[in-house]
């Protein structure tokens, strides 16, 4: 019964930012980690940015330190990532996606392959 409904891709020029938001329900949210993740075409999924909301603590992956960042409105149990200074390759499909954070996941926190409910995605394009 989770879902999450991701928003805000568009398309870009270079240097440009977008917000993307993902909007949780039919769980406990501040009990889950919620994290981005990007796929471009010929390329491994990648974790880009979690936050766990219990708590605020945040996680980034290391290309994108500095320019992107994960925020939420626990009142609204949504969640954020504001993206600045996009770079080409940023351009990808990005997914909204959770899972339970009764344990923690350590050095697995970026790994989407520990989570289990995911949305439908929404495309960013960044143009030279």
């Known amino acids: 019964q989770v879902q999450l409904v991701e928003s805000g891709g568009g398309s870009v020029q270079a240097g440009g930012s977008l917000r993307l938001s993902c909007a949780a329900s039919g769980y406990t949210y501040s009990m889950y980690y919620i994290g981005w993740f990007r796929q471009a075409p010929g390329k491994e999924r990648e974790g880009v940015a979690v936050i766990y909301p219990g708590s605020g603590a945040t996680y980034y992956a290391d290309s994108v330190k500095g320019r992107f960042t994960i925020s939420q409105d626990k009142a609204k149990n949504t969640a954020y990532l504001q993206m600045n200074s996009l770079k080409p390759e940023d351009t990808a499909m990005y997914y909204c996606?959770?899972?339970?954070?009764?344990?923690?996941?350590?050095?697995?926190?970026?790994?989407?392959?520990?989570?289990?409910?995911w949305g439908q995605g929404t495309q960013v394009t960044v143009s030279s």
């Open positions: 996606a959770a899972v339970d954070g009764a344990y923690g996941l350590g050095t697995e926190i970026l790994n989407w392959q520990r989570y289990n409910y």
